[in-house]
């Protein structure tokens, strides 16, 4: 299976088409389309998020980029190995990722920032395409839980079963990796104390060890 980013011609949501084309209107200098991943394809890493901020990556059509999320993200990554170059909040800023590759639940910007179960089932396909496309693929970083349940939903487990929480650590027997979880890096989540910058960096660090030591294959397996 190939992987094949949706474009601007992409139909399968009627609300998020209708918000495109609001967006279109008001911010016509605005990529204001399905945004594409971040990384290569053949890195050991795959940062799940939820979708593409309004002002964010909806404007530079670079996942986390130009958003709040994302200025807590990459610097982040870069401190720990994950990245290189100096993050300038634009898709042609040089900065680059290292063995991590970025993409969303959502490829479109949603309305008050808020996804339907409908969204994330139809651009599901683009997702579990993706993760068939990434052969070295060792460690899912799901931000939050609906891309933590997304990755469930796609890859054929129970929800049940994989209970998110933050710092959790989950086997996916049937593909041979691992999941982790994080809040997301949302500016709210921030303000409210949900997660700090130091909560969140102490999750890049274990990603970085179970990266090394795949010391996931330890754990208790569900």
Not at 35 to 55: D, H, T
Not at 78 to 101: C, H, P, S, T, W
Request: some cysteine.
């Amino acid at each position: 299976m190939s992987f094949r980013c949706p474009d601007k011609s992409c139909s399968l949501c009627p609300r998020l088409l209708e918000f495109r084309a609001q967006n279109v209107a008001k911010f016509p200098t605005y990529y204001n389309g399905p945004v594409p991943p971040f990384g290569s394809l053949e890195a050991e890493i795959l940062i799940v998020g939820m979708a593409p901020g309004l002002n964010g990556a909806n404007q530079t059509a670079r996942p986390f980029t130009n958003d709040y999320a994302g200025d807590v993200l990459y610097p982040i990554l870069k401190d720990n190995g994950f990245a290189k170059g100096n993050y300038g909040k634009r898709k042609d800023d040089g900065f680059e990722l290292i063995n991590v590759r970025v993409t969303n639940a959502v490829r479109c910007v949603p309305p008050q920032n808020k996804v339907t179960g409908d969204e994330v089932k139809n651009c599901g396909r683009y997702l579990q395409q993706e993760i068939a496309s990434m052969p070295n693929l060792k460690l899912i970083l799901t931000l939050g839980g609906v891309a933590h349940n997304a990755v469930l939903g796609i890859l054929g487990y129970k929800k049940a079963a994989y209970k998110f929480a933050h710092g959790a650590l989950h086997f996916l027997p049937n593909h041979n990796l691992m999941m982790l979880n994080s809040y997301h890096t949302s500016r709210y989540n921030i303000n409210t104390g949900v997660l700090t910058p130091q909560m969140f960096d102490q999750v890049i660090k274990k990603m970085k060890e179970l990266l090394i030591t795949d010391a996931g294959k330890t754990h208790e397996r569900h």
